[in-house]
């Protein structure tokens, strides 16, 4: 990246960490995200607009779910929140990991001032990418807006499909362009020791039994209970 797109990225980045108080996570916390991102997919796949999601993402090497991404009131402008990654292991589901998100403020809609996401993990690019210390979305990977309603027989190529409602509103957000990294505080809360992406997604080294009732046993019943 030359200078000044990699000043863009660390804005990005910035506006994420900005956008959360600087108090320690805490293995209550980290739960409730999880819990947060079981309601978040929950709530995609009940959405009778979300066949192309339901009929995909079983294709898909995994989910990055965002339950929360709040437009934030910076002189910049900016929004940022927190997601999680699970991914396919060789005996079941790996994960979570956790991650933040930051994106420029233009990307909302007019008037929407939060927004929930659900990314489908396409290609192992997409799933490494993920495994680095940030990554930019649609330039370190491609990212498409995952099709709704009537469009839901459309064919969609990209390291990353992205849906995101607000307020009922699809597309609230458009996350291209977003900083992503790994939330190192909140891996180690909810592991109760240091844990990378790779350790939790890659290698399967972690597990908390908090995450299978909550978000775990909801992923795989939407992949077809592999």
Not at 83 to 94: E, H, R
Not at 179 to 190: F, Q, R, T
């Amino acid at each position: 990246m030359n200078r000044l797109t990699s000043m863009r990225f660390l804005l990005v980045l910035a506006l994420a960490a900005a956008s959360f108080p600087a108090l320690a996570a805490t293995p209550e916390d980290a739960q409730k995200e999880v819990a947060a991102a079981g309601k978040t997919l929950d709530a995609f796949v009940a959405d009778p607009e979300m066949t192309w999601f339901r009929n995909h993402a079983k294709d898909s090497r995994g989910l990055v779910i965002c339950s929360q991404v709040t437009k934030a009131g910076f002189v910049l402008g900016g929004s940022g929140g927190r997601c999680v990654l699970v991914a396919k292991g060789d005996k079941g589901w790996n994960g979570p990991a956790f991650y933040s998100i930051g994106t420029a403020s233009i990307g909302f809609q007019a008037g929407v001032s939060v927004a929930e996401i659900v990314m489908l993990v396409q290609t192992q690019k997409a799933l490494d990418s993920l495994m680095s210390s940030a990554l930019k979305l649609g330039a370190d990977a491609s990212i498409a807006t995952g099709p709704v309603g009537v469009g839901a027989g459309a064919d969609v190529t990209a390291d990353f499909v992205a849906y995101s409602r607000a307020k009922g509103l699809y597309g609230g957000l458009n996350v291209s362009g977003s900083g992503i990294k790994p939330s190192e505080d909140y891996n180690k809360a909810y592991y109760g020791k240091d844990a990378s992406p790779i350790d939790i997604i890659v290698k399967g080294a972690v597990h908390n039994r908090g995450a299978q009732a909550a978000l775990l046993s909801k992923v795989a019943k939407l992949y077809g209970g592999k």
